[in-house]
């Protein structure tokens, strides 16, 4: 597609309910980034995906979190039994090759409210 | 963690004045890059500096990095009311194996 496209944009969700965000990056781009934003901050890395292979999450703050990309396309970030300090927008970014000098092309996030 | 520090953290300016942003980093770099952000959107990359640039120039953007002080200056020159939004540095370390660490930002308002 033209861009990235995430979905849903808004997620509530009672605590202890599992979540399921999905990203739909730039075709043809072999880079995927999920990243947290809490109000007021800037993104916090939570994972990085180069095509199908995961090959940093030491940004998910813990093992309720998981993100795939089987495909080596589309990527789903799962939240296992929310917890309130979960509420924030969860942005994804896909860039055309690796890390280096790469231009993030972000989504417009899912945001996620942990009542 | 967060390695870049915007300062200052919110600035609020006329129309047509020039606003000038500020990044601070801790670690030795390959390059920085500034990206906006309009509320409840995601970032829109600006500009990109190399570490061993010390200047660049995109319309009415302009960009400084002097990497003895671990440090970059974003000026928007004649701002627009359309220029309101927050702004981001990011940086990639030195080694190239990490992703993008960006910066906490700054929230500008350019009054009309």
């Known amino acids: 597609g033209a861009g990235v496209s995430q979905s849903p944009r808004y997620k509530v969700a009672k605590r202890g309910q599992d979540v399921a965000l999905r990203c739909d990056p730039i075709s043809g781009h072999v880079s995927l980034f999920w990243y947290q934003q809490a109000l007021g901050q800037g993104p916090e890395f939570l994972t990085y995906f180069q095509n199908e292979a995961q090959l940093d999450k030491s940004g998910l703050p813990s093992d309720r979190f998981f993100a795939e990309r089987p495909e080596g396309s589309v990527s789903t970030l799962k939240i296992q039994r929310t917890q309130q300090e979960d509420s924030a927008v969860y942005l994804c970014?896909?860039?055309?090759?690796?890390?280096?000098?790469?231009?993030?092309?972000f989504g417009a996030g899912s945001r996620l409210t942990v009542l | 963690s967060q390695q870049g520090e915007e300062d200052p953290q919110a600035l609020s300016i006329q129309e047509g004045e020039n606003a000038t942003m500020n990044c601070s980093y801790k670690?030795?770099?390959?390059?920085l890059q500034w990206y906006r952000q309009n509320s409840g959107r995601g970032l829109v990359h600006l500009i990109l500096i190399r570490s061993n640039e010390r200047e660049k120039h995109s319309g009415r953007l302009r960009v400084t990095l002097d990497t003895s002080k671990k440090s970059s200056s974003l000026l928007i020159t004649a701002s627009r009311a359309a220029d309101t939004a927050s702004y981001f540095c990011?940086?990639?370390?030195?080694?190239?194996?990490?992703?993008?660490?960006f910066g906490k930002g700054t929230r500008l308002s350019v009054i009309a």
């Open positions: 970014a896909s860039s055309l090759t690796g890390l280096g000098a790469n231009v993030l092309t």
């Open positions: 670690t030795s770099i390959n390059n």
């Open positions: 990011a940086t990639d370390e030195f080694s190239g194996n990490t992703p993008l660490v």
